[in-house]
């Protein structure tokens, strides 16, 4: 049997980071709104409450904007496979 550690995403974690990183950056969420083109900021007020993940692509230009890896947005834990 495989020993593998699987990663849980933390939601929330991730949300709080999302905040801070756009706060460092004196970024607006309407300024991010207008980066991704959204009608409405809904969707990063639901990543940044923890309520939605952003998808991969999502998240590869959230790291561009906020200048760090997608690693460093993301927030995981690891839990032991079964």
Same mark, same amino acid.
């Given at each position: ?14 949300? +709080? ?21 959204? +009608? ?16 991969? +692509? ?19 834990? +690891?839990?032991?496979?079964?």
């Amino acid at each position: 049997m495989l020993d593998v550690k699987i990663p849980i995403f933390d939601a929330v974690g991730t949300g +709080e980071n999302i905040t801070k990183l756009r706060k460092q950056k004196h970024l607006s969420v309407r300024e991010i709104q207008e980066v991704f083109g959204f +009608e409405t900021p809904q969707a990063i007020y639901k990543w940044q409450h923890g309520s939605a993940m952003p998808t991969i +692509e999502n998240l590869a230009i959230l790291a561009a904007i906020f200048e760090v890896k997608v690693d460093d947005i993301l927030v995981f834990h +690891e839990q032991q496979a079964a």
